[in-house]
């Protein structure tokens, strides 16, 4: 039986319950070396190792798809990848499985939140006090233009994208899509995102996230 990381973390809680209350029952036991081991290890190393685990396990289920449409500000986002209509970028990629479909959210936007750096370490505990606390904003707008890093961590490389016609029309094109000065999702190029705001007349493909 393979031990998963929810049973591993309720033993690591266990075990330490049970050494507190073992050192509570003896205080004496704290006298020896062995208990000074033991006291060590049920004040400090045992919270830390649980509080390690706890917050590894919380940061693994924001990846997840339903973590991010739990939120109600997201839901019309995660409606619009059922959007039947191929320009829908989200959409075709979530529904041609481009990309895993439990962590669609994240693999398009890793440097967002609590995956980029300081600063949208930042950004993200703002989100949660907004969502919690204070009003989310509506419309999401994201706060740096979306970046080509997270188009090519998948497409450079593929034949259909080094080879298709209109990258490769102008040698320029490519090296200014590779480099970011161009961006993918450009005006005339893959510019139909998510368009929530046309939701209401769209098709929607039958099959639910």
Same mark, same amino acid.
């Given at each position: ?7 591993? &973390?309720? !033993? $690591?809680?266990? =075990?330490?319950? /049970? ?5 509570? %029952? ?16 049920? &004040?400090? !190393? $045992?919270?830390? =190792?649980?509080? /390690? ?5 919380? %940061? ?150």
């Amino acid at each position: 039986m393979l031990m998963t990381p929810t049973l591993l &973390l309720g !033993l $690591l809680i266990g =075990l330490s319950v /049970a050494l507190a209350i073992t050192v509570c %029952i003896r205080p004496g036991v704290a006298c020896t070396a062995g208990g000074k081991i033991l006291v060590f290890c049920v &004040l400090f !190393l $045992l919270p830390v =190792l649980t509080l /390690a685990m706890v917050t590894e396990n919380r %940061i693994e289920h924001t990846k997840q798809t339903e973590f991010c449409l739990s939120c109600h500000t997201m839901e019309p986002y995660g409606k619009s990848l059922l959007v039947d209509d191929k320009s829908y970028i989200p959409a075709a990629h979530f529904q041609n499985a481009r990309i895993p479909r439990d962590q669609a959210c994240y693999t398009c936007h890793t440097d967002y939140t609590l995956y980029g750096g300081v600063h949208a370490k930042l950004r993200g505990m703002v989100h949660v006090y907004k969502q919690y606390i204070s009003h989310p904003s509506n419309p999401v707008h994201l706060y740096t233009p979306f970046n080509n890093r997270e188009c090519l961590h998948c497409h450079e490389g593929a034949r259909s994208f080094e080879e298709q016609v209109v990258h490769t029309a102008d040698p320029q094109l490519m090296a200014d899509i590779k480099s970011n000065k161009m961006s993918c999702t450009s005006s005339g190029c893959h510019d139909t995102i998510h368009n929530v705001t046309h939701l209401g007349t769209a098709k929607y493909w039958k099959e639910q996230p």
